[in-house]
């Protein structure tokens, strides 16, 4: 597979793949002891947490976190593969911050949607996404993920795999995140965040042509420094009020 961003695998990296697989040995009979039923199971996660000690899980939803679970169980035994998670649930905040500083890094809304969508349309932000490493297990997982309802979506990111329970077979790819079909205030929309009228007006300016109208690269640098300055102000204000909705399945 030619990917793009793809690191190619170091001969450390198999080294901590071995001493990761042997731990798993090592640890299986404590699981057992532990949980019999849940052995191997244990073992692994046990042997993955050692192996990606900054690994956090917390606020994925119930189904993602089981069917994630299982995947890499099965990696681990039967294919001797790991699966690490980079980036699970993400707070509406935090996924705001990363959407800002790649406005500010590619200069416009809609280029920075190519790599990063706003709290209102990220999976991650729902809890039912996930960037996985490294490239062997994100490849082990595209293969098979779909046993446990775990799709890569995007072409552009490998990493970047999303839980869908109710789909029957692989989704379409999309070629970016920004390929999403996008609600008309999908742009500067955020939850629990009242859209000011000259934000409104910015929105219709964009989609007007604002970006390919020939600005100078100045003028539209200036704009998404203003537009992001009161994006996050507008969100502190409103930081109280904000719920994001967390898809839960059960």
Known sequence: MNEPHMLPARRRDRLYTAITLTLGVLLLPAAFLWHPGRARE?????ALRLRF???????LSSGTLTALTTA???AFWRDHQLIGVTSGH??????LRLFLSEVRRSGSPESARTWVLPPSESKHVCGIAL??????????LERHGGRHHLYRIYANEWWH??????????????????????????????????V???????????RGGLWRSGWPARRRATWAASWAREAMSSLANTCNRCVCTVRRDT
């Open 131 to 140: 960037d996985v490493r490294p490239f062997e297990g994100a490849r082990w």
């Open 161 to 194: 795999f999303e839980y869908q329970p109710h789909t029957h077979s692989a989704p379409p790819r999309l070629p970016h995140p920004g390929a999403i079909t996008r609600t008309p205030q999908s742009h500067y929309a955020y939850p629990g965040d009242q």
């Open 42 to 46: 244990l073992a692994c996660a046990w």
């Open 72 to 74: 890499r169980t099965e």
């Open 90 to 95: 993400r707070h509406a905040t935090t996924q």
């Open 196 to 206: 000011s009228t000259r934000r409104q007006n910015a929105a219709s300016a964009h």
């Open 53 to 59: 000690p900054a690994e956090d899980l917390t606020g």
